[in-house]
């Protein structure tokens, strides 16, 4: 193999032999996702401090939820899984979603959204953006305050991510407090200088944004939607807080230090982090990160929240982190900081508490209601 044209971290050179996602075959690299994911689950540790539960909406979309034992009334992440938009389900992304649930003291909600090219856009992102709306609006039920609700993604999720933000302000949908996006896809137009010049970094490459864009925005599509491709938008105003973070060595790298400067522009609270020596997905288990074998996997409920399951969550997550390269772990802390200060309860106007208190009672939700039927496969 000859050489890397650009140095990555020395704790990230195994992502040197991670060649860039090939997408002409989309079934069989869905497939290969699949089996990656279940041999870096194969050996992890379970995580005995988060309730994980998927619940469906009325039509029929899963929504996988991770909920800390020890929560009252929280508030809530609303998250969409990464992978090109054509790949992945909310299991994926299980360990980033426990560490916000823990790091952050939330209930993460991850949307099991249509997948293209089967389902080109708009499916995915009105998916995103009807789970928002349903978890807002049974707020109550979940034990989640409605003025504390963030939304977040990584890669392809977080276009998804940005683009409810979006489409939330612009149909007076539920107002936010905190928009999540790690290293995310923002501009389908792919010219700029990091876009043009990594053709062969790893992970994820020109190649492959050429051919996911192709798939996702479908055939002779001319008039792209903002909603598609954030970028995109002329008016980036009235948007809440946001935290982006750019990978050194992805092609996306200055789509996003562009979108956070307009976003600032624009008078929105924004940090930007640019991440040196790091390519696309460097913190994904299933792309062979490092510290895959110590993901953390849900064991059943079993008891209800006490005093005493604060100390098992905060060692769990001490102890999860501590697995991770000290970049790695540096970047999640920085994501979990941003979060938790961004969800931080806030005393009202006219000095009434914050809501902080117990959740009494069960969920009355159904947890295991079976979808409704939905057109086409899903395509996991």
């Not at 939820?65 to 990464?82: K, N, T």
């Not at 979108?259 to 913190?283: I, K, Q, S, W």
């Amino acid at each position: 193999m000859s050489p890397l044209p650009y140095q990555l971290q020395d704790e990230l050179g195994v992502f040197a032999y991670r060649p860039a996602g090939r997408l002409e075959d989309v079934g069989l690299l869905r497939r290969e996702v699949r089996l990656a994911w279940e041999a870096a689950t194969s050996r992890a540790r379970p995580c005995r401090s988060v309730d994980i539960v998927d619940r469906f909406t009325e039509d029929g979309l899963r929504l996988r939820f991770y909920r800390p034992r020890s929560a009252g009334i929280a508030p809530a992440l609303v998250y969409c899984h990464g992978g090109a938009f054509l790949l992945g389900f909310p299991e994926l992304e299980d360990p980033g979603c426990l560490r916000y649930a823990l790091g952050a003291g939330c209930t993460v909600v991850s949307v099991d959204y249509s997948l293209a090219p089967e389902f080109p856009f708009p499916a995915g992102v009105e998916e995103c953006f009807a789970a928002l709306e349903w978890v807002v609006r049974h707020h109550a039920a979940l034990g989640i305050d409605a003025e504390r609700v963030a939304v977040g993604g990584s890669s392809a999720g977080g276009a998804l991510a940005a683009a409810v933000a979006l489409m939330a302000r612009d149909r007076g949908g539920p107002k936010l407090c905190f928009q999540l996006l790690v290293y995310p896809v923002l501009d389908d137009r792919l010219t700029t200088p990091s876009m043009t010049s990594f053709v062969d970094t790893p992970v994820f490459a020109r190649p492959t944004a050429e051919a996911m864009w192709r798939y996702y925005l479908g055939a002779g599509v001319s008039d792209i939607s903002p909603y598609a491709a954030p970028a995109r938008a002329t008016d980036l105003s009235g948007l809440p807080p946001a935290y982006i973070e750019a990978c050194a060595l992805d092609p996306l790298r200055d789509e996003n230090i562009a979108y956070a400067a307009r976003l600032l522009h624009a008078g929105n609270a924004t940090e930007l982090h640019v991440l040196p020596g790091v390519p696309h997905g460097f913190d994904q288990s299933y792309l062979g990160a490092p510290g895959g074998a110590d993901w953390p996997v849900p064991m059943p409920p079993s008891e209800p929240s006490s005093a005493a399951i604060r100390e098992i969550e905060a060692a769990e997550l001490a102890t999860d982190l501590a697995a991770l390269p000290e970049m790695t772990r540096r970047v999640i802390d920085s994501r979990i900081a941003a979060l938790r200060w961004a969800l931080r309860p806030r005393p009202a106007i006219d000095g009434t508490p914050p809501k902080t208190g117990l959740l009494v009672g069960s969920v009355a939700l159904s947890r295991s209601c079976r979808p409704k039927n939905r057109t086409g496969a899903r395509n996991r």
